[in-house]
């Protein structure tokens, strides 16, 4: 590789906020500063709509006490985007890089924004722009290729399980059926770590349905009956993406006149329809009185005070390596491969090439899902709760023997 030019940098977040994304954006600050080569340090004010405009802010001289305190802050603290940027899109981007003399350009996002930074370096390849480009993971939906997990899992499937064990003693002081919403559009993983936190018998949530399997509304209404029946009450996680037998998402079913982003998402966050569906569904089959629904819709991604240490950790890790790699090479992704479990978890981090990872998803592994497709195994346990810390411990005295 060539050696790495001395010029300025532009670090951008994208996509849905998480509750550690400024960490990773406080990783590329501390570490760009340690590098002559990066002179100045621009964050760019709402991603690639900021770098069209030219709006910019000046990281690199950032003190120590507000990196710190900018890292445990969720959100993204220079605003984000999901504009899908064109090849016009990219030629307003390098008039604004070439006037500013960027060549380095960090993005900190999930698939898509990995495709954004993948789209943008391959038409600066065409147009002969010298660009160094890194993509630094990023999604609560842990659904990135090549990576064993996504900085912003951690902290949000952190506080669903704490939730959900908050809402399964409420569910246990009034009986009856909850239904609990969690986002994930493709992949299970955060709705899975509802199940995390359960450690009595009787815990639930009883009930677990993700986007990897089919879901039927006859058997959903049956499982939560035969639960019902055993508990006298019923404790239910369903992802957002729930699809029926054809692959169309139930609240895409539900909601024809479906909203959807630059890269052609449909809204399934932020409503609280497939949550009232459901709920009128089970009541309409009439085994059980008191039937309620919530949806964790944007709560789950951004909540302040609830970090997983080790997702700060290496999501902080994942922003200094991305400038480090920019050092040595031209393009990349930063992927984390998990080397221990349990006491001995841990992760290296690896560069993996942008188009290994732009606009694709994961999805859960078949031994992460019981085989009725209605629950999590302890294959799933194990490997997530590491990721997400350790629980809050509760106690329910109506358990307990009769005097």
């Known amino acids: 590789m060539a050696n790495a030019p001395k010029a300025n940098a532009v670090v951008g977040q994208s996509g849905g906020p998480t509750a550690v994304i400024n960490a990773s954006l406080a990783g590329v600050i501390e570490e760009a500063v340690k590098h002559s080569e990066i002179e100045n340090l621009y964050g760019a004010v709402h991603a690639v709509q900021g ?22 802050s969720p959100s993204s603290a220079l605003g984000s985007s999901r504009d899908k940027p064109d090849e016009e899109y990219c030629k307003k981007i390098f008039e604004v890089f070439e006037k500013r003399n960027v060549h380095y350009f960090f993005y900190i996002g999930g698939n898509d924004s990995a495709n954004t930074a993948h789209i943008i370096n391959s038409l600066a390849d065409k147009v002969g722009y010298d660009l160094r480009a890194f993509h630094i993971p990023k999604t609560v939906d842990n659904d990135l290729l090549v990576t064993d997990h996504c900085p912003g899992y951690g902290t949000a499937g952190r506080f669903v399980a704490s939730a959900c064990m908050g809402d399964d003693l409420d569910n246990r002081a009034l009986p009856g059926i909850k239904i609990d919403v ?19 018998e009787d815990d639930g949530p009883h009930l677990i349905y993700v986007p990897e399997r089919g879901f039927s509304m006859e058997k959903f209404c049956s499982d939560i009956e035969k639960v019902y029946e055993k508990f006298g ?5 369903v992802s957002e993406g729930i699809c029926d037998e054809n692959g169309v998402t139930w609240a895409a079913r539900i909601k024809e006149d479906s909203e959807k982003d630059a890269h052609g998402n449909i809204q399934l966050s932020g409503s609280g329809d497939l949550a009232d569906y459901l709920a009128g569904k089970v009541k309409q089959a009439g085994f059980a009185k008191r039937v309620r629904a919530d949806t964790f819709g944007y709560l789950q991604r951004s909540f302040a005070g609830f ?97």
């Open 51 to 72: 770098m069209v405009k030219d709006e910019f802010v000046d990281l690199k001289g950032l003190d120590a006490k507000t990196l710190d305190l900018l890292a445990a």
């Open 233 to 237: 009450r019923c404790a239910v996680a």
């Open 182 to 200: 969690i986002m994930g559009r493709h992949a299970g993983f955060l709705t899975a770590a509802a199940g995390l936190g359960r450690v009595r």
């Open 307 to 403: 970090q997983s240490p080790t997702d700060a950790a290496e999501a902080r890790a994942c922003g200094r390596r991305a400038v480090e790699y920019a050092m040595e090479y031209e393009s990349g992704s930063v992927a984390m491969k998990r080397t221990g479990n349990g006491a001995n978890y841990g992760v290296e981090l690896f560069r993996t090439e942008l188009a290994n990872v732009a606009e694709k998803t994961k999805s859960m592994p078949d031994e992460f899902i019981n085989a009725e497709g209605n629950d999590i195994t302890p294959a799933f346990v194990e490997y997530a709760a590491p990721l997400i810390g350790e629980l809050p411990k509760t106690v329910y005295l109506a358990n307990n023997a009769k005097v």
